[in-house]
């Protein structure tokens, strides 16, 4: 494990992620928060650090971790941040500027809400953020531009965070939007749908997380981002 590594793969606890077919960031860091440990050797991943209080993880997996290099960062169970919070935060100090999170859909809304919310802070404002879940289901972090990869058909939302979105403008989708507003609390951008395998979304200022659900979502856009 070296001490700066660009890119990190962050891999939290919660529902099992399937990513057949994608291919991890070559060279990542790979970080684990508490029961990511069993993310990792579910999908067949190396563990460079695992972080957290360990309080839900298998012990025979965090050893075997352990025994296969891995560092590992105890916390106390009573602490000011999640595991999930401590594993992003390990990334980043090691030099990572792009994160790919995976996991964190474990049944509990509150635990989804906070790191939904943590991973759209102004805490990593400098680092460029997705993250993939369940079913398919993939999210990114824009502040500024990014390119949007799927199935023509596929569901597309985009939800402002932590305030308004300005100059939101988008290609590739049903229904564009031209250098709109969203304001905080809007459902403007909920299910929109690609036209295409690629799409963009940009934002003057702000930040909006775009989700795409899933390919075996259903596709019943609701015309909210129409003009």
């Known amino acids: 494990m070296g001490s700066n590594h660009e890119v990190a793969v962050v891999l939290l606890g919660g529902d099992p ?23 990792a050797t579910r999908l067949g991943l190396r563990v460079d ?12 997996a965090l050893a075997a971790a352990e ?35 995976a996991g964190g859909e474990g049944g509990r809304l509150d635990h989804l809400l906070a790191n939904v919310a943590l991973l759209a802070s102004d805490r990593y404002a400098d680092v460029e953020i997705g993250a993939r879940g369940a079913g398919g289901a993939r999210l990114h972090v ?14 597309v939302s985009l939800i402002p965070m932590h305030g308004p979105a300005h100059g939101v403008r988008t290609e ?34 702000g930040v909006v997380l775009v989700v795409l659900p899933g ?13």
């Open 17 to 39: 992620v399937a990513l057949d077919g994608v291919a991890w960031p070559e060279g990542a860091l790979v970080v684990a928060a508490d029961s990511g440990v069993e993310q």
């Open 49 to 60: 650090v695992a972080v957290g209080d360990f309080d839900s993880v298998d012990p025979a």
């Open 67 to 101: 025994a296969a290099g891995a560092v590992v960062e105890r916390h106390p169970t009573a602490k000011d941040l999640t595991d999930a919070a401590l594993a992003l935060d390990a990334a980043v100090a090691r030099g990572a500027r792009r994160l790919v999170v």
């Open 142 to 155: 824009v502040r500024h531009h990014q390119r949007i990869e799927g199935t023509p058909g596929e569901l």
């Open 172 to 205: 590739g989708l049903r229904y564009p939007l031209h250098g709109e507003t969203l304001p905080a609390g809007s459902s403007r951008g909920v299910s929109n749908e690609l036209v295409d395998r690629t799409a963009t979304v940009s934002v003057a200022s």
């Open 215 to 227: 390919p075996e979502t259903p596709s019943v856009p609701t015309q909210e981002t129409h003009p």
